[in-house]
């Protein structure tokens, strides 16, 4: 099947510093949309992305629609306490079914 | 209005036990999914339903079974749990045609078989 290729696994930075995470995948997609989870809760929806070359923002976070449709990827800048989570990426190509990354650990030192 | 909720949140079973997983949502979607997250994979759908009265496999169905009897509700069963079945599982619900950007997800059951 497909599969989502999402770095890095985990990171543990300092308050304030910027983020980047990336997904890349073999295979084209539609839509790269972006999850946050937070402890003991499901994925709540962050940005959409619909159109290749597409760049949008949400307050403090920018995600990017790769150009070649086979990635994307999301920027936190002046990260806080509350952005510690699991980022999920989730392609969509066709019907209502998503593939997701393996998820980045965010961790956040005050 | 709850959104999507998950029942119970969680459960330790026995090799070979049974169980039924119960989702609710209150958002009237016409599509609605189980998933199972474990670590380092993600989420990989199990199996998904576009409507009353219809079910279909996702990418990981076999072990489970399931059933939507009323547009709100969708059940998950495990007929004969085993340890490869230790995970935690969501649900989640959307409205049909909107490529993922409107699916909701419950807060999740965490399953240990041992």
């Known amino acids: 099947g497909q599969q989502l290729n999402q770095s890095p696994q985990s990171m543990f930075i300092q308050e304030g510093e910027d983020v980047s995470m990336n997904c890349t995948s073999s295979?084209?997609?539609?839509?790269w949309l972006w999850y946050k989870q937070e402890p003991g809760e499901g994925p709540v929806l962050l940005i959409a992305l619909y159109k290749a070359g597409e760049l949008t923002s949400n307050g403090r976070l920018t995600a990017q629609f790769g150009i070649t449709r086979k990635d994307s990827f999301l920027n936190i800048s002046a990260s806080i306490p509350s952005d510690v989570g699991i980022y999920f990426c989730?392609?969509?190509?066709?019907?209502?079914?998503?593939?997701f990354g393996a998820g980045t650990i965010l961790r956040v030192k005050s | 209005n709850a959104g999507v909720t998950q029942t119970p949140k969680f459960r330790v079973l026995k090799t070979g036990q049974s169980m039924t997983l119960l989702c609710a949502q209150d958002m009237n979607h016409e599509y609605m999914y189980w998933y199972r997250q474990d670590p380092g994979m993600g989420l990989r759908l199990i199996h998904y339903?576009?409507?009353?009265?219809?079910?279909a496999k996702g990418e990981v169905p076999d072990g489970y079974n399931v059933s939507r009897l009323k547009k709100q509700n969708f059940l998950l069963g495990l007929e004969s749990a085993a340890p490869s079945q230790t995970s935690v599982y969501f649900c989640?619900?959307?409205?049909?045609?909107?490529?993922?950007?409107?699916?909701?997800f419950g807060p999740g059951t965490r399953l240990t078989v041992l």
């Open positions: 339903s576009v409507g009353e009265g219809t079910t």
């Open positions: 989640a619900s959307s409205p049909p045609g909107t490529s993922g950007r409107a699916m909701f």
């Open positions: 989730a392609g969509h190509l066709y019907g209502n079914k998503l593939v």
């Open positions: 295979s084209i997609f539609n839509t």
